[in-house]
């Protein structure tokens, strides 16, 4: 009889999301989850190909957490980047990796992050029309982006109120971009 699996992919990818957000990507390592998950690293490569692969999975499970939360949030701009910009405060490991370059195989599946755009392109579909959507998305996701790197970064340091701020930038794109 073969021996029961000891893990899933599952366990190893929630793992995995610990480790990120703990760690940073340099600790998201196969001997590292495989001890948090109680086996034995050979055992890991059972279920996932190699590292590259390992990061994958995890960046595709923080942009499945990504896609719920915008999916859930009110459907207007506001709504959206409150979602977005609690998502990366809440994962900015997570958030890091989502975004970040790398090899094909440890960035998240083109599909998956075409079906997290949706309610951002359906959002500026509102606001300029069907021809300039996409152009607006990026607009939207650029600052949001953008802000939201340079706060996890402690880069605001003038003064103020960030959420006020945050707040301003939602309005100014609304403003700016309604047809």
């Keep these: 009889m073969p021996t029961p699996a000891r893990t899933s992919i599952t366990d190893i990818v929630a793992a995995g999301r610990d480790i990120l957000e703990a760690d940073g990507p340099p600790g998201l390592t196969m001997q590292a989850v495989a001890t948090k ?6 055992s890991l490569y059972k279920h996932v ?4 692969s390992l990061v994958g999975l995890v960046a595709g499970d923080a942009l499945r957490d990504l896609r719920e939360r915008l999916d859930g949030a009110d459907s207007d701009l506001a709504g959206l980047a409150h979602a977005f910009r609690a998502f990366a405060k809440e994962s900015p490991q997570g958030y ?3 975004f970040a370059l790398g090899p094909d195989a440890s960035r998240p599946d083109p599909a998956a ?3 997290t ?5 359906r959002v500026a579909a ?5 021809g300039d959507a996409l ?9 949001a982006s953008g802000f939201v790197a340079m706060e996890l970064a402690g880069a605001f340091r003038l003064g103020g109120d960030v959420n006020r701020a ?5 309005k100014a794109l609304t403003r700016g971009l309604a047809r």
């Design 37 to 42: 998950v109680g086996v034995r690293p050979p």
């Design 49 to 52: 190909k190699n590292r590259e």
């Design 96 to 98: 890091q990796l989502v």
């Design 113 to 115: 992050l075409a079906q």
């Design 117 to 121: 755009s949706q309610p951002i392109l």
């Design 126 to 130: 509102d606001l300029v029309g069907e």
């Design 135 to 143: 152009e607006a998305a990026r607009t939207i996701t650029a600052w």
């Design 166 to 170: 945050f707040d301003y930038g939602v």
